[in-house]
């Protein structure tokens, strides 16, 4: 990369991560966004992302109106110029939240070869610790640098989180790399970067998902102790976050059972890891087992309520994985749509971008409205937290419900001012 040359950015991989990397990065660099799906590049370069991310598409359509993002199914032209190829591939898991590691490398390594020495090979997509130092060993006659920075997409909120990240972790063999990615990055965080080896970055993505999902577990596990003992676990809540050693930002809230594959898949890596070699990970392995226990938590409570599911209608409001979005896959209120189904109960729903249900939800009544959802229904469960639905007025959505109407809301998300006449339950509160 010649002095005072710009950075030339190519974006490997055009979903999620890939479309909020190239619409974020073309407010500042020439940037190229390759994938090998035509139809999704029609789509882009329409200025449409092939799914939704709040200001996603407006961002897409001024970087191709500024003449500083485009996109390309052409991987030659496209990498003969690149200073950085940006693997962005959302890694796919499996139903057992095995990551699929092999169809990503088959795709980034059917690019290397049109790259020139010296090109960094900047890996954020979600992949196995070691990946960067196997990539350098296969590809050594290329001369190539491969460096880690862990994505941090936070759905619903990407492009807010990818322009002010609070720090960006970067995995880098040597200086000159470094030097390269500090042109990258300084628009983002400059002196927020935390720089280490590839490894140690590699492994950062693994530990704080598997971190994340400790505390979640954790949580709820006190919380379904304090559902039988008479304690109210967002009392306890208070308790843990007000001792120092662990602190007010604590992801220690009890509610939801985490879902979707985001922290599963880590947690699932770093058991294959322990395996491998020959180590112990017990506390590790328990986490899927005690989120799986939990996520029947809003059917524990029908079940304990009523007696005859068969015999009452319920709404679930959110259908979503989680708000900011339009995916549907791994969704647990999907799931409990399917189970609330299979016992018998007349099932409604609404979600504010869903429009049209998925072939395994054809037996729900798909509602237009929160009015039209809550009418005469026996009970009630917030299943994602979307703005719509807990901003909503309760108070005028309580004069359309039936009377005696139970509310399920795991998360504790709505006004309680509101609700101060129905019988209104969260995850660690008894149920009677």
Same mark, same amino acid.
């Given at each position: 990369m010649g002095a005072g040359t710009e950075v030339k950015v190519v974006v490997l991989g055009l979903w999620?991560?890939?479309?909020?990397?190239?619409?974020c990065c073309a407010e500042h660099f020439d940037v190229?966004?390759?994938?090998?799906?035509?139809?999704?590049?029609?789509?882009l370069r329409?200025?449409?992302?092939?799914?939704?991310?709040?200001?996603?598409?407006?961002?897409i359509q001024h970087g191709l109106e500024s003449g500083r993002l485009s996109f390309t199914t052409e991987k030659r032209d496209a990498l003969q110029n690149a200073d950085i190829l940006w693997v962005c591939f959302d890694t796919p898991v499996d139903e057992d939240d095995v990551a699929d590691v092999a169809s990503v490398l088959a795709k980034v390594?059917?690019?290397? /070869? &049109?790259?020139?020495?010296? +090109?960094?090979?900047? !890996?954020?997509?979600?992949?196995?610790v070691?990946?960067?130092?196997?990539?350098e060993k296969k590809f050594a006659d290329r001369k190539l640098s491969f460096a880690c920075s862990p994505e941090n997409l936070r759905l619903g909120k990407s492009l807010e989180i990818f322009r002010r990240p609070d720090r960006i972790v970067a995995g880098v063999r040597d200086q000159a790399t470094r030097v390269t990615l500090e042109k990258l990055f300084s628009?983002?965080?400059?002196?927020?970067?935390?720089?280490?080896? /590839? &490894?140690?970055?590699?492994? +950062?993505?693994?530990? !704080?998902?598997?971190?994340?999902?400790?505390?979640?577990?954790?949580?709820?596990?006190i919380a379904r102790l304090c559902e039988?003992?008479?304690?109210?676990?967002?009392?306890v809540e208070q308790g843990l976050r007000s001792e120092s050693r662990i602190g007010p930002k604590a992801y220690i809230r009890p509610g939801s059972a985490f879902a979707g594959g985001t922290l599963a898949r880590d947690v699932v890596t770093l058991t294959k890891i322990a395996g491998e070699h020959g180590q112990e990970a017990v506390l590790i392995k328990a986490i899927l087992r005690s989120n799986e226990g939990h996520k029947d938590w809003a059917m524990r409570s029908l079940e304990t309520l009523f007696p005859n599911l068969g015999q009452i209608k319920v709404a679930v409001l959110g259908l979503t994985y989680k708000p900011g979005t339009d995916t549907l896959r791994r969704s647990s209120s999907v799931e409990l749509c399917s189970a609330l189904l299979m016992r018998g109960c007349v099932v409604y729903c609404f979600d504010p971008v869903i429009k049209v249900l998925p072939p395994q939800l054809a037996g729900v009544r798909l509602c237009q409205s929160l009015a039209d959802a809550l009418r005469q229904v026996d009970a009630i469960v917030i299943a994602t937290e979307w703005p719509q639905i807990r901003d909503a007025n309760w108070?005028?959505?309580?004069?359309?419900?039936?009377?005696?109407?139970?509310?399920?809301d795991a998360n504790l998300n709505l006004p309680a001012e509101s609700l101060s006449s129905v019988r209104y339950f969260a995850v660690g509160i008894p149920v009677p």
């Open positions: 999620h991560l890939g479309c909020v990397t190239a619409a190229i966004g390759l994938d090998f799906d035509a139809e999704i590049l029609a789509q329409d200025g449409k992302a092939p799914l939704f991310e709040p200001g996603l598409d407006a961002l390594e059917r690019c290397l /070869p &049109e790259l020139r020495p010296e +090109t960094v090979v900047l !890996i954020s997509s979600q992949m196995p070691g990946t960067c130092a196997r990539l628009p983002f965080a400059d002196d927020r970067v935390i720089w280490m080896s /590839p &490894e140690s970055a590699e492994m +950062t993505k693994h530990a !704080i998902n598997a971190f994340l999902a400790l505390s979640v577990t954790f949580a709820n596990e039988v003992s008479g304690a109210n676990a967002r009392e108070t005028e959505l309580m004069k359309v419900a039936k009377d005696g109407v139970i509310i399920l």
